[in-house]
């Protein structure tokens, strides 16, 4: 059985809402991946890159957009291999052509959440599940799968339904409920907060699993 991913209806509402942003603001900003500025994006970097010492590792970027995180990287990590994956052509497109004289890097169309994935020592997940979805355990089974195909941790930011606005596409995740989550599939789970007003960093590193959260 295929894993399961956002409805259609959901991924089309999810392209307009990016492809309507592309109009407001330019091509490759940060207005229009969604960020309200550039500073929230590269202080969710921040957090993110703390997972460890990057140095020669391979990195997975779910959701990459225009690649801002390996540009991230690149200015303080050394011999990053990148592999970032995005349901949105315009953005890929982009991405490549804004990275395509860096070596070990690749950038792929698809849906994360049901594509095969390929092993990488960490993936580094920024506004990936942000988007509203019916599947309740939507985020769970991706973070899994996710978890899956590390083979050194995983790191990913969620908005925190406490502190963020009513929003018709944008959703927030309690955050002890994520927590509980992850420490099913290692003990060795990290939240990070207060950095910005809503939002929150999970690490999960891999070690024992632990038992089964979801059916």
């Known amino acids: 059985m295929k894993p399961k991913s956002m409805h259609l209806i959901e991924k089309a509402t999810l392209i307009h809402f990016h492809r309507h942003r592309q109009e407001r603001f330019a091509t490759g900003s940060a207005g229009a991946l969604g960020w309200k500025h550039v500073n929230s994006q590269q202080k969710r970097f921040e957090v993110l890159a703390s997972i460890g010492n990057l140095d020669d590792c391979e990195i997975l970027d779910p959701g990459c957009g225009y690649g801002d ?111 509980d989550f992850c420490q099913t599939l290692s003990s060795a789970t990290k939240v990070v907060e207060d950095y910005l007003e809503d939002d929150f960093t999970v690490f999960v590193h891999k070690k024992n699993r632990t038992k089964a959260f979801y059916r």
Do not use: Q, W
């Open 69 to 179: 995180l390996l540009t991230f990287l690149d200015a303080r990590f050394k011999g990053v291999t990148y592999r970032g994956i995005d349901l949105l052509p315009e953005f890929v497109k982009t991405a490549a052509k804004s990275f395509a004289c860096r070596a070990n890097t690749c950038f792929m169309i698809g849906d994360f959440s049901r594509m095969e994935l390929p092993k990488t020592d960490y993936v580094l997940a920024s506004g990936a599940f942000g988007y509203k979805t019916e599947d309740k355990h939507y985020s769970f089974r991706t973070i899994d799968r996710l978890f899956k195909t590390a083979r050194k941790g995983i790191g990913f930011n969620m908005l925190d339904k406490n502190k963020f606005p009513d929003h018709p596409l944008l959703t927030g995740h309690d955050k002890n409920v994520v927590v």
